[in-house]
């Protein structure tokens, strides 16, 4: 299934893409669902290699249709690359920085990605540079290197996790291609229906598809998406020598779940908003961070390059980390546990794990709003926030 045989016009909107793209070929009794192919190796010529699949750590006929579709969802003109992991993705994305190169990161960048960027630091493979990523004049001066050398990668997030800062991706972007470094977006949290990166001058974005582009909590998966053939290629060749490659059981529901991405992404994007506003005038609530509130410091640039504010958002409880705590015990519909981006809603006080930054507060809960009614979520909350501050 290549993209010239299924064509993703411009004029479609992005909830049609969800629903069309990626299916098998409309021949008569042809199945409207691409099927799932268990094959490690395939029948080659026995003479020509390129162009074949030839083996299944390479390609898999399964992964093809998820490629395409996010692909034609961020607005490339190449398949994107699907791994077995977000984190599978960050790693080979990483090995594009050349060696004695500088990364420059965000410091509330996603865990894993962080310790992942510190440990190959620690080894002495690149310069980690971590700056505060809403802050342009800082970001740039980790970019230049002030005298120093110059970044190779920009490392873009937005909004971060778990504490809902807006980077600047336009101007970031821009600023690194001034320094010849390239520019790599996490744009998990948004999705392309919410900001579309390449757009603003990325060169690689990356999902981790567990989140909301499989949307239901049940696969881990990765994937990058580029229009630069010659950084597709690499990206390609560490997938294939590295072998971080994703189930085809997995890329299926990946797809299966990417069918209702619009739905599920406008349900949860109104509900987090309508209780970030509910939030931000509880008792039991000292200061609520989501892009989509008018007094969120990152409102009007989120604005500016976003189509809506996501729908995470992260609290800080009255009374620190013993209420926040209490206040998690309390809930009864909510689900505690880390990951987000599923139909069901989920809640973690993020430093209880052992490497979150210092500089996310320990009464910080970060929200994963999901699919189900607005006013049953919100009476979880605020008997749970009442019962957990006793205000
Ligand atoms: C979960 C997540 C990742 C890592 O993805 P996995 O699929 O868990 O490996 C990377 N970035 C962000 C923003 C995430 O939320």
């Known amino acids: 299934m290549s993209l010239e045989k299924h064509p993703h016009p411009s004029h479609l909107h992005a909830e049609t893409l969800v629903v069309a793209v990626g299916r098998p070929e409309r021949t008569h009794d042809a199945p409207v669902n691409p099927p799932i192919v268990l ?6 010529t026995g003479t020509v290699v390129d162009g074949d699949r030839a083996y299944g ?77 809403a802050d342009n004049n800082e970001v740039i001066d980790a970019l230049t290197g002030e005298g120093e050398r110059a970044a190779s990668m920009l490392w873009l997030e937005s909004p971060t996790n778990p504490m809902l800062e807006v980077a600047d991706l336009r101007v970031l972007s821009q600023a690194a291609k001034a320094v010849g470094a390239l ?26 598809v567990t989140k909301y582009l499989a949307g239901h909590s049940d696969v881990v998966l990765g994937i990058l998406v580029t229009s630069d053939a010659k950084l597709r290629g690499e990206l390609l060749h560490h997938r294939s020598i590295h072998g971080a490659i994703a189930g085809p059981f997995e890329a299926w529901l990946a797809l299966r779940g990417l069918r209702t991405l619009a739905l599920r992404v406008e349900r949860s994007q109104a509900t987090a908003a309508e209780l970030a506003n509910r939030l931000q005038v509880h008792d039991g609530v000292d200061a609520v961070r989501f892009p989509g509130l008018d007094s969120d410091p990152g409102h009007q640039r989120a604005k500016d390059q976003m189509h809506g504010f996501g729908s995470v958002l992260a609290i800080e409880v009255a009374g ?21 981006g599923g139909v069901e809603s989920l809640i973690e006080r993020r430093r209880r794990h052992a490497n979150e930054p210092e500089t996310v507060p320990g009464n910080l809960l970060r929200l994963s709003v999901g699919i189900e009614n607005v006013e049953d979520l919100w009476a979880d909350l605020d008997q749970a926030l009442q019962r957990g501050t006793n205000r």
């Open 320 to 340: 620190g980390p013993e209420a926040a705590d209490a206040v998690i015990a309390a809930l009864e519909l909510w689900t505690p546990a880390t990951s987000l």
């Open 57 to 133: 750590r390479y390609s898999n006929p399964t992964w093809d249709p998820l490629e395409e579709a996010v692909s034609a969802l961020e607005g490339a003109t190449l398949p994107g690359l699907l791994f077995g992991s977000g984190l599978a993705a960050v790693s080979a994305a990483l090995s594009l920085i050349p060696a004695g190169g500088v990364l420059v990161m965000p410091k509330h960048s996603y865990q894993g990605a962080l310790v992942m960027a510190q440990e190959l630091s620690a080894k002495g493979l690149f310069a980690l540079r971590t700056v505060n990523i």
């Open 183 to 208: 520019v790599v977006t996490d744009n998990t949290f948004s999705t392309p229906l919410v900001q579309k990166p390449l757009e603003l001058g990325s060169d690689i974005v990356l999902h981790s």
């Open 39 to 44: 094959s490690s190796t395939y029948v080659g």
